[in-house]
C-alpha cells in the first residue's frame, strides 16, 4: 500500500515538471458573436513579426522557485496564428476575407509582444500593432495589448499555454474588432 502511495505521489509530482522544452499547437476560435454579412472586403496581409526578445519561442517554464528551467516554442507560426484569427473573427463579424491584392480594405498587424509562462498561474500577455487601410489611407492605426491569468499551473503542459494564449487572444480581439466596425461600418451607413 505505501508502495502504491509512493508511486503515486512520484507520478503526481513528475507529470508536472518544469524541464523539457514545451511545443504548443496554436489555435483560435471566435469569441464575439455572429453578425450578418456586410459586404465589405478586407485582405488579411500576413503579420510582422518584431518581438525583441525572441523570435522563436514564446515563453518560459518556471520551477517553483520562479527559476527558469524549459522553454515554451509553438508548432506551428505564430505570424500565421495571428493572421488565421483575425479572418475567423472578421468572418464571423459579418466581413468577407479575401486574397486579392486589389482590395479596397487591407488589415495590417505587427506583433510586438507575445509571451506565455507558468509560475504558480498560467499567464498569457500580447501587444499587437494594427493598421487597418482603405484605398492605402491608413484609416485606424493603434497599439492592442492584454495580459490574462488563467488559472492554475499544475501540470505546465503544451496545451494549457497554448489555451492560455488563445484565451488572451480573444480579449485583444474583444478590443479590435469593434474599432474595425466602429470605422468600417459607421462610415459605411453614413454614406446610404
Same mark, same amino acid.
Given at each position: 500500500?505505501?508502495?502504491?502511495?509512493?508511486?503515486?505521489?512520484?507520478?503526481?509530482?513528475?507529470?508536472?515538471?518544469?524541464?523539457?522544452?514545451?511545443?504548443?499547437?496554436?489555435?483560435?476560435?471566435?469569441?464575439?458573436?455572429?453578425?450578418?454579412?456586410?459586404?465589405?472586403?478586407?485582405?488579411?496581409?500576413?503579420?510582422?513579426?518584431?518581438?525583441?526578445?525572441?523570435?522563436?519561442?514564446?515563453?518560459?517554464?518556471?520551477?517553483?522557485?520562479?527559476?527558469?528551467?524549459?522553454?515554451?516554442?509553438?508548432?506551428?507560426?505564430? =505570424?500565421?496564428? @495571428?493572421? /488565421?484569427?483575425?479572418? #475567423?473573427?472578421?468572418?464571423?463579424?459579418?466581413? &468577407?476575407?479575401?486574397?486579392? $491584392? !486589389?482590395?479596397?480594405?487591407?488589415?495590417?498587424?505587427?506583433?510586438?509582444?507575445?509571451?506565455?509562462?507558468?509560475?504558480?498561474?498560467?499567464?498569457?500577455?500580447?501587444?499587437?500593432?494594427?493598421?487597418?487601410?482603405?484605398?492605402?489611407?491608413?484609416?485606424?492605426?493603434?497599439?492592442?495589448?492584454?495580459?490574462?491569468?488563467?488559472?492554475?499551473?499544475?501540470?505546465?503542459?503544451?496545451?494549457?499555454?497554448?489555451?492560455?494564449? =488563445?484565451?488572451? @487572444?480573444? /480579449?485583444?480581439?474583444? #478590443?479590435?474588432?469593434?474599432?474595425?466596425?466602429? &470605422?468600417?461600418?459607421?462610415? $459605411? !451607413?453614413?454614406?446610404?
Amino acid at each position: 500500500m505505501k508502495r502504491k502511495v509512493l508511486l503515486f505521489v512520484l507520478v503526481l509530482l513528475l507529470s508536472g515538471c518544469a524541464f523539457g522544452t514545451r511545443r504548443p499547437m496554436l489555435t483560435y476560435s471566435t469569441i464575439l458573436p455572429a453578425a450578418p454579412k456586410n459586404n465589405i472586403t478586407i485582405k488579411v496581409a500576413p503579420f510582422k513579426d518584431e518581438r525583441t526578445w525572441s523570435t522563436e519561442k514564446i515563453g518560459d517554464v518556471r520551477n517553483g522557485y520562479g527559476m527558469r528551467c524549459a522553454d515554451i516554442i509553438p508548432q506551428n507560426s505564430e =505570424e500565421e496564428w @495571428l493572421a /488565421d484569427a483575425f479572418r #475567423k473573427e472578421l468572418t464571423n463579424a459579418g466581413y &468577407v476575407i479575401s486574397d486579392d $491584392t !486589389n482590395t479596397a480594405v487591407t488589415l495590417e498587424g505587427t506583433a510586438l509582444d507575445i509571451y506565455v509562462n507558468a509560475y504558480m498561474n498560467y499567464g498569457g500577455r500580447l501587444k499587437l500593432n494594427i493598421v487597418l487601410k482603405k484605398s492605402d489611407k491608413v484609416i485606424l492605426s493603434k497599439e492592442y495589448s492584454a495580459e490574462r491569468n488563467c488559472g492554475m499551473a499544475w501540470a505546465s503542459t503544451a496545451a494549457s499555454f497554448g489555451k492560455t494564449l =488563445e484565451i488572451t @487572444l480573444q /480579449d485583444i480581439m474583444k #478590443k479590435i474588432i469593434p474599432d474595425i466596425n466602429k &470605422v468600417l461600418l459607421e462610415k $459605411t !451607413n453614413a454614406a446610404n
